[in-house]
């Protein structure tokens, strides 16, 4: 409702609109499902979602004492998110055996999944490497069929709002 609301108020003052929304959007975060993709897409205001790998959690790595990198021994940011739910770990196992049954990466599976989505424009990828790059590039080249979308979302329940105050 609030972007909603700073829209209407652009409109009303004459000054320019939004022509981007960057929302927080992932498999396992699709709160921005409900009202801000249709919103968006109804509006044609370009969507263009930050993390969509869940701050790397999506590309395998896991979270705490037992993850694969610094990062997910480390980022307070994550626990903020509230990653690392049940829910959270079924959907990355289904990331990675995915990935695993393609021949691919998990991060290319879940950035895959992202540019699946209508309504997305371009995601956000933070690359700090190399490979980030070519792992991007892999991921417009990855068609997923419907089949394999409906598993990866299967495990999805809605969550509290996260990622904005």
């Not at 409702?1 to 981007?20: L, N, P, T, V, Y």
């Not at 990675?96 to 997305?120: H, I, N, R």
């Not at 790059?133 to 299967?154: F, M, P």
Request: aromatic share 8%; glycine share 8%.
């Amino acid at each position: 409702w609030q972007f909603a609301r700073m829209i209407d108020i652009a409109r009303a003052k004459g000054h320019a609109e939004f022509a981007s929304m960057q929302n927080y959007y992932n498999l396992v975060y699709r709160e921005e499902e409900r009202e801000m993709m249709p919103f968006c897409a109804n509006d044609g205001i370009a969507v263009i979602p930050w993390s969509p790998m869940a701050r790397g959690y999506l590309a395998g790595t896991g979270l705490g004492e037992k993850a694969s990198t610094v990062r997910g021994r480390t980022d307070p940011f994550s626990v903020t998110l509230g990653l690392g739910s049940r829910q959270d770990e079924a959907i990355r196992k289904r990331v990675v055996e995915t990935a695993e049954k393609l021949g691919t990466k998990p991060a290319v599976v879940a950035l895959a999944w992202v540019l699946s989505k209508p309504t997305v424009t371009s995601p956000i990828i933070g690359a700090s490497k190399p490979h980030h790059l070519a792992d991007a590039v892999a991921a417009t080249e990855l068609k997923l069929d419907a089949r394999t979308i409906a598993k990866l979302e299967e495990p999805y329940q809605s969550k509290a709002i996260a990622g904005h105050v």
